[in-house]
């Protein structure tokens, strides 16, 4: 199991930088800066702390699902034969590898985990459903909730 990540202490200069990086990860350092109110030197030191502590983990571009085809959008409830450490860790690693599966989490419910998977289209995610996620370790069986429209995202 993951142990709980020790907090790091922030301080007022420091939310304002992570908010800002939030809204716009492509800000120039000096734009940074001065939307902050330091000079450019502390803040790129305060950013490089930030990412070498892991409180930053890192940038990445935010694609439309829509554009390139993946706007279909269903969360899957699955529940295991097997809840013991090894199954969990068996489960984890080959979940991770299917790149369909967009989120997974494990779930204090009446089933073990409730993954969100974005495909094209309903045909291809019972494709998904039956080749890939009900094959995976441990899968005793699966429910699935289809997104009619998404409303918002975390990424977005």
Known sequence: MKTKPSLVDLDEFDRRILAI???NGRITFTELAQQVGLSKTPCQQRVKRMQESGLIVGFRAIVDPAKVGLDHVAFTEVKLSDTREEALREFNAAV???PEVEE???IA???DYLL???TADIRR???VLGEKISTLPH???TSTFVAMET???AAR
């Open 21 to 23: 990086l939030g809204q």
């Open 96 to 98: 991770r590898r299917l």
């Open 104 to 106: 997974c989490h494990m």
């Open 109 to 111: 419910s009446s089933f």
């Open 116 to 118: 969100k998977v974005r």
């Open 125 to 127: 995610y019972r494709i």
């Open 139 to 141: 899968v005793a069986s």
């Open 151 to 153: 409303i918002c995202e």
